[in-house]
């Protein structure tokens, strides 16, 4: 495993929720931001929710409202809760470290359809 490990995706129905999580090997990590990236079949990869050390987040339009980031710094995790999906919601969704901990994740697939 790398330095950062997600878990949570799959499939669910329009209008599901899902949350996806981001773990850290070292707790320096939470001194960086880190952001969920996600790339669908055909398009370039996208930052949709992004969270500072301060915990001051940014979203995307199309999440907005939706989507919301935040982290436990307690377990060195960051989360991406993901209500009212939708079918344009659907892609490989990634988290990137900032900084001096600029790894990637491993991906996960979410997948929304009915």
């Known amino acids: 495993q790398g330095p950062l490990v997600q878990s949570g995706g799959g499939l669910v129905q329009p209008g599901g929720s899902l949350r996806l999580s981001c773990a850290a090997s070292e707790s320096r990590f939470n001194n960086y931001g880190l952001g969920w990236h996600r790339q669908a079949p055909g398009k370039v990869r996208e930052l949709v929710a992004y969270i500072d050390s301060d915990n001051s987040t940014t979203y995307a339009d199309s999440v907005k409202g939706r989507f919301t980031i935040s982290r436990d710094n307690a377990k060195n995790t960051v989360y991406l809760q993901m209500d009212n999906l939708e079918p344009e919601d659907t892609a490989r969704y990634y988290c990137?470290?900032?900084?001096?901990?600029?790894?990637w994740g491993q991906g996960t697939q979410v997948t929304v359809s009915s």
């Open positions: 990137k470290g900032r900084g001096d901990f600029g790894y």
